[in-house]
């Protein structure tokens, strides 16, 4: 290119001095500037949805707390109802239930749960019996027969070493022999469970009189007198 | 925060149009020096907004910004040009077609083409004086060299040009 004087550079230079954006691009890149700034800005805010979110989390752990407070409540007033339920009952399941979850709980476990159960189903015999609830009486002669089965089994497979438990199976099967209509004759479980009671017995140290009481209930036993057998084995058991 | 919105946002508009030139005297489009010039505001709202000190030279900052991104864009571009020959007549190499331009083009035009070219030492010296209107002890200051080499600079700078010119 040809000679280009100093002049024409500095009106070249003038003429770029007075460039400048236009004023839109201007307002709209300031905008956009500190519109990229919103994005740090909600993740500044981050505490505040984190404390949203903390109180949507108590409100639900409310609510949570709630339901399961009622939930409670139903279970509670279930099991408080169920506890005067017989066999044979809708809820009686949930009597059962509530057993189990108490022997749990008392770390109640092999014969003296049997004994419990047992015990308590020979209650609901008895009271059904007295209050004339003829519906409940099959069952809860069923119910007994299965716990006096689990309990003579036991009894064959582990001997008592304590009297009080002796004392709580002859209280329970004495309750039976009193319920109207009882035979223990027909039932070889609660035979075989007096049974074990007097081999156990006779393990134990012995006063003369409990001897003596001891050798009566053999003797009523071997006679099929199991209702005066249980008889001398609760005197026994009460006075050991 | 919103007190130094503020404060960026007057910064913005002080030197939104110095940047501008800056830039623009240094690519070859308009829409590239708005993009760049958006990037360093963009990069310095967040550096202004981290800092816990005040910035001392506002000035120097920013320029330092966009400086670095137009090196970036400059990078970028000559990788491009390196990874994709195909698209490389695409690309506009401002430093050929200055003969061309000098005939179709305004004075403004052949000036610009020329600082372009500029070596880096004179390219930012030139625009911040003449385009800028930077006196030479702010430039003195700015780059931390005397005002005498300034002057010197920009003397050479100028004659620079005109061969660039010349030479197109």
Known sequence: ?240 | MDNKKEQFSAVYDQYIEKIYRFVYAKVDSKETAEDITSKTFTKGWKAFQNSENNIENMSAFLYQIARNSIADYYREKTHYKAVSSDKSQEIVDDSVNIHNEAILSSDMDMVRSAIARLDKEYQDIIIWHYLNDMKISEIADLTNRPAGTIRVMLHRGLKNIKGLIEEA
Do not use: C
Not at chain 1, 10 to 34: D, R, T, Y
Not at chain 1, 73 to 93: Q, S
Not at chain 1, 104 to 126: C, E, M, P, Y
Not at chain 1, 150 to 170: C, F, H, M, P, V
């Open chain 1, 1 to 240: 290119m040809a000679k280009i004087t100093q002049k024409r550079i500095i009106s070249g230079l003038e003429e770029l001095k007075n460039i400048k954006p236009s004023s839109e691009w201007v307002i709209f890149a300031k905008s956009q500037i500190f519109e990229e700034q919103k994005e740090p800005t909600i993740l500044n805010n981050q505490p505040s949805l984190k404390f949203v979110d903390f109180l949507k989390f108590i409100i639900f752990k409310r609510k949570l707390a709630y339901s399961v407070a009622t939930l409670t409540f139903m279970i509670i007033g279930l099991i408080g109802f169920a506890e005067y339920t017989m066999p044979g009952d809708t809820l009686f399941p949930i009597k059962k239930l509530a057993e189990r979850s108490e022997a749990a709980l008392t770390l109640q476990s092999g014969i003296k749960h049997n004994v419990v159960v047992l015990n308590n189903r020979i209650n609901d015999l008895a009271l059904a019996t007295k209050e004339g609830k003829k519906e409940n009486i099959p069952s809860a002669i069923s119910e007994i027969n299965v716990n006096a089965s689990e309990l003579a089994k036991n009894l064959k497979e582990n001997s008592i070493d304590d009297i009080s438990t002796i004392k709580d199976i002859a209280s329970g099967l004495k309750t039976l022999t009193a319920v109207e209509g009882t035979d223990l004759t027909v039932n070889t479980d609660i035979q075989d469970i007096i049974q074990s009671l007097i081999i156990d017995l006779e393990k134990t140290t012995l006063t003369e009189d409990a001897k003596e009481k001891l050798d009566n209930a053999k003797k009523l036993y071997e006679d099929k007198k199991y209702n005066l057998a249980l008889e001398e084995i609760f005197y026994l058991a009460n006075n050991q």
